[in-house]
């Protein structure tokens, strides 16, 4: 079983400040884990992925996350926040169950930027 | 610059009528999803399909949606007869599905869906 919680379902910040989104997931068996965005009426886009390598992961547009197994953690930043980054944010739990694949999505962070 | 495709972008149905919504996943990826995202429930994994057969479908009401793929290239959701609880939009997403490995997705731009 697996289960995937976004502690936060708003976060607001100001231009140029730090970004921190949470997620802390748990798991059966080892995960991947992934970050996704998505603007307004858009699709999702992959910003990065964890997959069982380095444990700090640089995505795109200055992203990165952290994989820290013993707070079953993956939380999301980025160190100085753009307007162009004010979407939604879905964190993703992903592992192999019965020989195919489980997919647990998060419920999302909006994320606001205030100029 | 690869992308999943979906079709249409935008319908508006009356209850009772049937949708048939299609997915074009990128070439090469053998893995399709179907989503369906509301405010209410967010996004839920309707079927996975591998290989053009259906390995997970248990998110799907089985009593009016159906998914297929008639071919690798095409990815089907059908909803017969449609329901106002159905307006919802719905992603479809590709991968490339390697054995025992986890996929990452790509995901198309969505239909969004409204049964009247």
């Known amino acids: 079983a697996q289960s995937v919680t976004q502690l936060d379902s708003h976060v607001s910040v100001s231009e140029g400040t730090p970004v921190l989104l949470r997620c802390n997931y748990s798991?059966?068996?080892?995960?991947?884990l992934f970050w996704y965005v998505q603007h307004p009426n858009k699709g999702l886009q992959l910003l990065l992925k964890?997959?069982?390598?380095?444990?700090l992961v640089k995505g795109i547009n200055g992203f990165e996350a952290e994989f820290k197994k013993s707070e079953t953690s993956f939380h999301l930043t980025k160190p100085s926040a753009h307007m162009s980054d004010a979407a939604e944010y879905f964190c993703?739990?992903?592992?192999?169950?019965?020989?195919?694949?489980?997919?647990?999505f998060g419920t999302g962070t909006k994320l606001q930027v205030i100029p | 610059d690869a992308r999943v495709t979906q079709t249409p972008r935008h319908k508006v149905t009356e209850m009772g009528q049937e949708v048939t919504m299609r997915c074009q996943p990128i070439?090469?990826?053998?893995?399709v999803f179907w989503y369906r995202q509301t405010m209410m429930q967010g996004l839920e994994l309707l079927a996975y399909?591998?290989?053009?057969?259906?390995?997970?479908d248990s998110g799907m009401p089985k009593d009016r949606f159906s998914a297929e793929m008639p071919d690798a290239t095409l990815a089907t959701l059908k909803i017969q007869p449609s329901e106002p609880r159905d307006s919802a939009v719905y992603f479809c997403?590709?991968?490339?599905?390697?054995?025992?490995?986890?996929?990452?997705?790509?995901f198309g731009p969505g239909t969004r869906l409204t049964v009247l």
């Open positions: 070439l090469g990826h053998n893995t």
């Open positions: 399909f591998r290989n053009r057969a259906p390995l997970d």
């Open positions: 993703v739990v992903s592992g192999l169950s019965g020989g195919y694949q489980k997919v647990t």
């Open positions: 964890y997959t069982s390598a380095a444990t």
């Open positions: 997403a590709s991968g490339l599905g390697l054995a025992g490995s986890t996929d990452t997705q790509y």
């Open positions: 798991s059966s068996y080892s995960p991947s």
